[in-house]
C-alpha cells in the first residue's frame, strides 16, 4: 500500500514538470510576443491568465511539498524502509517543481514589468514628438499673434514685401529649429 501511494504521487509530480515545461513555452512565447514591434493590446490579460494558472499550481503544489515530507519523516510501520528512500527521491522531485513554480512566478513578475516599461517607451516617444511639435509651434503662433493684432502703428504694416517677410521669418525659425532638434538628436 506505501508503494501505490508513492507510485501515484510521483505520477502527480512527473505531470507537474510536464506542466512546468508548457507554461515555461508558454512564457517565452509570451516573452517573443512582448519584443514584436506591433504587440498588441491582449498581451497583459495572457499575462494575468499565465499568472494566475502559476498560482493554481503553487497551491496544489506546496501542501504536496509537506505531506511528502511527513510521509517522509513518519517513524510507522505503515510505510517500508525501501519506499523511504523512494519517498525522498519524490520529495526532492516535489522540491525541484515549486522550485520550478517560484522561478516561472518571478519571470511572469519580471513579464509584467518588461510589459510596462516597453507601454512607457512608445508614450515617452509620443510625448517627445509632440513636446517637439509644440516647441516649433509656439514660436511660430506668438509671430503670427503679434501680427495679427489690429494696430496701425506696426511699422511692417505699411512695407509692401512685410507678408512674404513675416513669412520667411517663420520658416527660417521653423527650419532653424528643426535643425537644432537634429542636432541635439532628439528628432
Do not use: C
Amino acid at each position: 500500500a506505501d508503494f501505490l501511494l508513492y507510485v501515484l504521487m510521483d505520477a502527480i509530480v512527473d505531470n507537474y514538470f510536464n506542466l512546468m515545461e508548457v507554461m515555461g513555452e508558454k512564457i517565452e512565447e509570451l516573452e517573443e510576443n512582448l519584443f514584436e514591434e506591433k504587440s498588441n493590446n491582449d498581451l497583459i490579460q495572457e499575462i494575468h491568465n499565465l499568472k494566475r494558472e502559476i498560482l493554481k499550481i503553487r497551491r496544489a503544489v506546496y501542501p504536496l511539498r509537506e505531506v511528502v515530507n511527513r510521509m517522509d519523516k513518519v517513524e510507522a510501520s505503515l510505510v517500508t524502509e525501501k519506499t523511504q528512500l523512494y519517498l525522498r527521491d519524490l520529495y526532492d522531485h516535489v522540491i525541484q517543481v515549486s522550485e520550478s513554480i517560484d522561478i516561472q512566478r518571478e519571470l511572469i513578475w519580471s513579464l509584467m514589468d518588461m510589459y510596462m516599461t516597453t507601454i512607457s517607451n512608445r508614450m515617452n516617444e509620443v510625448m517627445k514628438v509632440l513636446t517637439i511639435m509644440a516647441t516649433i509651434f509656439i514660436p511660430l503662433t506668438f509671430i503670427a499673434g503679434v501680427y495679427g493684432m489690429n494696430f496701425e502703428n506696426i511699422p511692417e504694416l505699411k512695407f509692401q514685401y512685410g507678408y512674404f517677410v513675416l513669412w520667411g521669418v517663420m520658416v527660417v525659425v521653423f527650419l532653424g529649429m528643426l535643425y537644432y532638434f537634429k542636432r541635439r538628436e532628439w528628432l
